[in-house]
């Protein structure tokens, strides 16, 4: 039977512990039969009337826990808004939202807007508390303004290294420790010659955008240049990626299938049009699943999820796509039926070939699902003794098609 209204209050809680809280969370805490929460949490919430525990580990069984607690007075205390990169958005997956009280306080990002007096929605707001360093890089931008989320006292330092090697040594680093407690402390560097020791693992990064003429900065359209690819011939080239991310379409949230991954670029690209696209890559080869790994890192595109193995056998089990590439492979057989029949309704398949063989295929596979075909061929102008004259690349059959 469902409780009669909210059993389970989620508490945003700052460096100021109770004296921030509003007399409704003060209440509620106070009410609470059971409270769980970071060590942190717990302390600036003191004294707590009713059983308290720190999170468990693995993280996750905390869950359970909350769960099993089911129409009790239970409160969960997170940091600043639950619902901003943390645990509120998770607990409201599992449990209705009409169970569920928040109060929530301003968040890391709004604390370190208000004292450095950017503008909220101007900025752009990155966690990286718990995820990989490198999803910075797409958001450097010229004359970007950068929060991020430190997942210690050492994000600031490493961040600096990664301006500094990648052409933005010139930003400005502006470390926020502790905000909004007794303990808050705000300091500026550097990238170039950054020096600020004894950082509170509770920090807020912002930074200042400022890149050098040779930066190396990620341009928002499709077709990146080929060197940013390491590669072994095995790379769809510039001009053809760019018509084949047009082609696969892809919108905010989808997920991709790069079958024959090879360098990664198609994948990569993907990932990179926004922040929610994920994209899974198959790769037969080790060392080309590797190298794209490292094209995948350099770039920030770190929801490219790899996966060595064979095509068709290695889409077994994989999360339905809303797109598929087919770099590589098409011809095998029951690439083309696997992965079909796993495409979401509405979802874009885009084949490219080189071959006849595949050629053969594409146009049998034109006559039987319809859909659009091309030719693209591509000149390149290359050094001939001493002058110059067009290269010509080995044209690209691609078909593109819409699953009804």
């Avoid at 929530?104 to 004292?115: I, T, V």
């Avoid at 995820?131 to 890089?137: D, S």
């Avoid at 007794?182 to 890149?211: K, Q, Y």
Wanted: net charge neutral.
């Amino acid at each position: 039977m469902a409780p009669n209204g909210p059993w389970l209050t989620i508490i945003g809680i700052g460096e100021d512990g109770r004296v921030g809280l509003s007399p409704a969370a003060l209440s509620a805490l106070d009410q609470a039969e059971f409270v769980i929460g970071g060590t942190r949490h717990l302390e600036l919430a003191a004294p707590l009337a009713g059983r308290s525990q720190p999170w468990p580990s693995p993280f996750a069984e905390a869950y359970a826990l909350i769960l099993a607690r089911r129409g009790e007075p239970t409160c969960v205390l997170a940091t600043g808004d639950p619902f901003h990169y943390g645990v509120g958005a998770e607990l409201a997956r599992l449990i209705p939202a009409e169970e569920i009280a928040c109060f929530p306080q301003p968040s890391a990002f709004s604390l370190a807007a208000s004292r450095l007096g950017w503008s909220l929605p101007e900025c752009e707001c990155v966690s990286l508390h718990g995820r990989a360093l490198e999803r910075i890089i797409p958001h450097l931008q010229p004359g970007a303004r950068i929060l991020a989320l430190s997942w210690d006292g050492s994000t600031p330092g490493r961040l600096a290294e990664l301006l500094k090697a990648r052409g933005f040594g010139a930003s400005t680093i502006t470390v926020c420790e502790a905000l909004g407690g007794p303990r808050e402390r705000i300091r500026r560097a550097n990238a170039a010659d950054f020096t600020l020791a004894e950082i509170d693992p509770l920090n807020t990064v912002a930074i200042d955008v400022a890149a050098a003429r040779d930066a190396r900065i990620l341009t928002l359209a499709p077709g990146l240049p080929d060197v940013l690819f390491e590669n072994d011939g095995q790379l769809t080239k510039a001009e053809i990626r760019a018509i084949t991310l047009a082609a696969l379409a892809p919108k905010a949230g989808e997920l991709l299938w790069d079958i024959g991954l090879g360098a990664g670029s198609v994948g990569i690209e993907w990932c990179l049009r926004h922040p929610r696209n994920r994209c899974i890559g198959i790769e037969e080869r080790p060392e080309r699943a590797e190298r794209a790994r490292r094209n995948a890192q350099e770039l920030g595109a770190t929801a490219l999820d790899i996966r060595i193995g064979r095509a068709p056998e290695a889409l077994a089990d994989l999360p339905a796509p809303d797109a598929i590439f087919i770099g590589g492979g098409a011809s095998e057989a029951g690439v083309f039926d696997t992965a079909w029949a796993a495409l979401k309704s509405g979802g874009r398949l885009v084949v490219n070939g080189v071959t006849l063989e595949t050629e053969t295929l594409l146009g049998s596979l034109y006559a039987r699902y319809g859909g659009a075909m091309r030719r693209l061929a591509v000149s390149r102008l290359e050094p001939v003794g001493g002058m110059h004259g067009w290269r010509a690349a080995m044209p690209v059959t691609q078909w593109v098609v819409v699953k009804l």
